[in-house]
């Protein structure tokens, strides 16, 4: 089938799809969930910390019935391994003790399998019927059943970085085309690239940017599960979070080595201060973290490598600037410093893209 054909077929898609004849799949009435759906993949993070604005913010734009005439769309953005799926996770929680009636999905959209899966997942919950069906398209199904079904819902769509998925319509794979629309929906995305909330024409009023943590839920983070003769003195534990940038991922990384090895936080600031090598070394150590997909590699190292990776690919001016400033201060780098380029409009969006 030609990509016209295809858009074809999917622009004018109506339910139940004319295959399915007289037996329709999901019938809204008939097949609507006795119990209020969850497909969420984690379990609560019991050693979730702090975060309380932010939550409290998410509590007010995402709930289905806090915009009551529109499907509204909401985005976490921020860099790898700044909290957001913990966010999310921890929002769907909340809505889920607050509104007891609402369906709660979640699609990790990592890549084109795992957002199938996610989505196979909630035709399953909801009862669509040839969701099994090899030739069932999976995807158009459960947008069809979310559109219609008179429930209210939360769809979480989690690491939605990759913005080559969400573009144009005329894209073969633009996953765009399977968002639903309900007046009784709401979609919440979290992602790394802010060109994503772009395209997703989400409201400026719905983008949250999430920043590294305040010193005292570091702090708070980094205490939990250490002993007291690793903690050591205040000094030691506020220049490692110093070190760590109040990172999650990376005050995660550190705890669960400490916690492993019995190290205290002075001889680990050591040893990542000793040398680039250590440090590598440290940053690159594989953890266990129930809180992430097992296909993600958590390692700190691998994270940014992965980043850099991605922004090398999709705008190879922003990578070098990346690289030129890595020799820098990290604050207030004026642009005339950066790598001269002809085109002023180029070098805007080198800049807006390297905010991984
Ligand atoms: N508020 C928090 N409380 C406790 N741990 C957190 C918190 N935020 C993040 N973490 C830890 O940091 C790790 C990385 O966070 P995550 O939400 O996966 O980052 P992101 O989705 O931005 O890449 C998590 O798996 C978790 O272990
Ligand atoms: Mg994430």
Same mark, same amino acid.
């Given at each position: 089938?030609?990509?016209?054909?295809?858009?074809?077929?999917?622009?004018?898609?109506?339910?139940?799809?004319?295959?399915?004849?007289?037996?329709?799949?999901?019938?809204?009435?008939?097949?609507?969930?006795?119990?209020?759906?969850?497909?969420?993949?984690?379990?609560?993070?019991?050693?979730? =910390?702090?975060?309380?604005?932010?939550? +409290?913010?998410?509590?007010?734009?995402?709930?289905?019935?806090?915009?009551?005439?529109?499907?509204?769309?909401? =985005?976490?953005? +921020?860099?790898?391994?700044?909290?957001?799926?913990?966010?999310?996770?921890?929002?769907?929680?909340?809505?889920?003790?607050?509104?007891?009636?609402?369906?709660?999905?979640?699609?990790?959209?990592?890549?084109?399998?795992?957002?199938?899966?996610?989505?196979?997942? @909630?035709?399953?919950?909801?009862?669509?019927?040839?969701?099994?069906?090899?030739?069932?398209?999976?995807?158009?199904?459960?947008?069809?059943?979310?559109?219609?079904?008179?429930?209210?819902?939360?769809?979480? @769509?989690?690491?939605?970085?990759?913005?080559?998925?969400?573009?144009?319509? %005329?894209?073969?794979?633009?996953?765009?085309?399977?968002?639903?629309?309900?007046?009784? +929906?709401?979609?919440?995305?979290?992602?790394?690239? =802010?060109?994503?909330?772009?395209?997703?024409? =989400?409201?400026?009023?719905?983008?949250?940017?999430?920043?590294?943590? %305040?010193?005292?839920?570091?702090?708070?983070?980094?205490?939990?599960?250490?002993?007291?003769?690793?903690?050591?003195?205040?000094?030691?534990?506020?220049?490692?979070?110093?070190?760590?940038?109040?990172?999650?991922?990376?005050?995660?990384?550190?705890?669960?080595?400490?916690?492993?090895? +019995?190290?205290?936080?002075?001889?680990?600031?050591?040893?990542?201060? #000793?040398?680039?090598?250590?440090?590598?070394?440290?940053?690159?150590?594989?953890?266990?973290?129930?809180?992430?997909?097992?296909?993600?590699?958590?390692?700190?190292?691998?994270?940014?490598?992965? #980043?850099?990776?991605?922004? #090398?690919?999709?705008?190879?001016?922003?990578?070098?600037?990346?690289?030129?400033?890595?020799?820098?201060?990290?604050?207030? @780098?004026?642009?005339?410093?950066?790598?001269?380029?002809?085109?002023?409009?180029?070098?805007?969006?080198?800049?807006?893209?390297?905010?991984?």
């Amino acid at each position: 089938m030609s990509i016209e054909q295809f858009h074809h077929v999917t622009n004018n898609y109506t339910y139940p799809p004319p295959h399915i004849g007289s037996h329709p799949t999901f019938d809204p009435h008939r097949d609507r969930p006795r119990t209020p759906c969850w497909t969420v993949p984690f379990g609560r993070n019991k050693d979730f =910390v702090g975060r309380e604005t932010i939550l +409290g913010q998410l509590l007010d734009m995402i709930p289905p019935n806090a915009d009551e005439d529109d499907c509204q769309r909401a =985005v976490i953005s +921020g860099l790898g391994g700044i909290g957001k799926t913990q966010i999310a996770l921890e929002a769907a929680f909340l809505v889920r003790n607050r509104y007891r009636d609402c369906h709660v999905f979640w699609v990790p959209a990592i890549n084109i399998t795992t957002f199938e899966n996610g989505y196979r997942e @909630i035709g399953r919950e909801l009862n669509i019927q040839i969701i099994e069906n090899d030739k069932a398209d999976i995807k158009l199904l459960v947008k069809a059943a979310l559109s219609q079904i008179s429930d209210s819902w939360l769809l979480i @769509i989690d690491n939605a970085d990759d913005a080559s998925f969400f573009g144009e319509t %005329s894209e073969a794979t633009s996953l765009r085309d399977y968002l639903p629309f309900n007046l009784k +929906g709401s979609i919440l995305f979290t992602t790394r690239n =802010v060109e994503v909330s772009q395209k997703l024409d =989400v409201r400026k009023e719905n983008l949250v940017l999430l920043t590294e943590m %305040s010193q005292s839920e570091a702090t708070n983070m980094l205490q939990k599960g250490l002993s007291p003769h690793q903690m050591g003195d205040a000094q030691s534990l506020e220049s490692l979070l110093e070190f760590l940038t109040n990172l999650p991922l990376a005050i995660k990384q550190a705890s669960a080595y400490m916690i492993k090895t +019995g190290m205290a936080i002075s001889q680990y600031l050591e040893y990542c201060r #000793s040398s680039d090598e250590h440090l590598i070394n440290l940053l690159s150590k594989n953890f266990d973290d129930r809180a992430r997909y097992e296909t993600t590699q958590n390692p700190i190292a691998t994270t940014w490598l992965i #980043s850099f990776t991605t922004i #090398s690919r999709d705008n190879p001016l922003a990578a070098s600037y990346l690289k030129f400033v890595a020799f820098l201060a990290e604050k207030d @780098i004026p642009k005339c410093l950066l790598p001269p380029t002809s085109d002023k409009l180029d070098e805007y969006e080198a800049i807006s893209s390297s905010a991984w």
